[in-house]
């Protein structure tokens, strides 16, 4: 063939190779699989709904522009109500766990998916301390693990993270003396846990997540015993946190009995509960899309325009579009820059300094996977990583088709 002929054709396999790249799905697209989606998105299909491409992770504190510079509360975390009620879990116990669930997969999975805060409800049961979705006392058939269980997922997280920070807000039905403190004690959590000493009670910032990470001080406890504060040193979570009511999906905002009012600017921390009282796996998807994003800035207003720092919801990772994750990066942007997503923050942007970029750049549900369950996958098994060679191969493909043009 001639030098034109062989341009040509080259020039034909970079076009379709790029053709496939763009052709790669954005967010609510159609799909089949997940390497229809675009990087960051997933294929997910609700009940009898046409699968679509959807968010299926936040960004990670470490890729935001100010990183970890700013104080705790300035910070806004995907927190899944009862994070021990897995769907399909099998009671330890031998019995049919007939409580209702709030999530379908393992605490190590939310917390690899950048789920920061946990709900646990924690009763005295057998002789020890067990995560039960219960009412006045636990049962066999609504008793799921032991508490240890996953406290050890909370330390192993920690242990093989260094940088990053998770909150567990104690449900507390314990009466014994000393027993929940134990628990922390004997599974390794105590060393990480933030002095109550340090919370600020005036409303004021507390330290910024750089200097508990320099402090290893990388995990806040809050418990509902307002007790516990004297006897074992874990905070009172009004002391410090303002909640809405929880079971609410209305265009309204309004505080929990327990709680201060949400204008209450003693406490600088934002507690959001977004999930219906009765959880259901299928209506998940509608109630955590549009109409979750109305209401963060529903309460927005409620709490004095001041932006929730937990965001706490049920079946986390279900959504028709942007779902939990969106909703996050917002709040995030809203914290960092003023801006309706943490992505169009930048480094040194003051508030309303925002970029036209929204991207969202986070790991595929392969990696994601993969992370939770064992070693480190080869990035050949990323639908992203072979969208990137195939972008890096025709742009050096196309370079040296242009130097051999013009050689000639």
């Known amino acids: 063939m001639t030098l034109q002929e062989d341009l040509a054709v080259a020039l034909v396999v970079v076009a379709l190779l790029f053709g496939e790249v763009a052709a790669l799905g954005g967010l609510s697209s159609v799909c089949t699989t997940d390497t229809d989606c675009g990087p960051g998105l997933s294929c997910f299909a609700c009940k009898t709904a046409a699968p679509v491409c959807i968010v299926n992770q936040a960004l990670s504190v470490s890729s935001f522009p100010k990183t970890y510079s700013l104080p705790y509360n300035k910070y806004a975390w995907i927190t899944t109500h009862n994070a021990y009620a897995i769907e399909g879990e099998q009671s330890i116990l031998g019995t049919t766990i007939i409580s209702p669930k709030n999530q379908e997969d393992s605490v190590t999975s ?33 008793a799921f693990r032991p508490l240890n269980s996953t406290l050890l997922e909370v330390a192993s997280f920690l242990d093989t993270n260094p940088n990053e920070v998770v909150t567990i807000f104690i449900e507390d039905y314990v009466t014994t003396p000393n027993v929940l403190k134990n628990h922390f004690l004997s599974t390794g959590l105590m060393k990480y846990m933030f002095p109550l000493s340090l919370m600020p009670r005036d409303g004021s910032d507390w330290p910024t997540i750089a200097s508990m990470i320099a402090s290893n001080q990388r995990l806040i406890v809050f418990t509902s ?62 109630i955590n899309s549009a109409s979750l994003a109305e209401a963060i800035s529903v309460c927005h207003t409620a709490a004095g325009n001041r932006w929730s720092n937990f965001l706490a919801v049920d079946f986390y990772k279900r959504s028709t579009a942007g779902g939990v994750f969106s909703a996050i990066n917002k709040l995030n942007g809203q914290h960092h820059c003023g801006c309706n997503d943490i992505h169009q923050c930048q480094a040194s942007s003051t508030q309303g300094g925002c970029s036209a970029v929204t991207a969202h750049a986070v790991l595929t549900p392969a990696q994601i996977s993969r992370k939770s369950e064992g070693p480190a996958p080869s990035p050949e098994s990323s639908s992203t990583y072979v969208t990137m060679s195939k972008i890096i191969f025709c742009t050096h493909f196309l370079i040296s088709c242009l130097s051999l043009f013009l050689q000639f």
């Not at 646990?120 to 066999?140: A, N, P």
């Open 110 to 142: 939310q917390l690899n998916r950048n789920v920061r805060g946990l709900m646990l409800d924690v009763y005295e049961f057998r002789g020890d301390l067990w995560l039960c979705h219960s009412i006045g006392q636990c049962f066999d058939a609504t």
């Open 225 to 286: 015993d307002k007790t516990k504060e004297g006897t074992e040193g874990i905070a009172y979570q009004w002391n410090f946190v303002v909640e809405n009511q929880y079971g609410t999906l209305t265009e309204t905002c309004s505080n929990r009995a327990e709680s201060a009012a949400l204008t209450d600017t003693t406490k600088s921390l934002i507690l959001e509960n977004y999930f219906p009282n009765d959880p259901n796996i299928d209506d998940a998807c509608v």
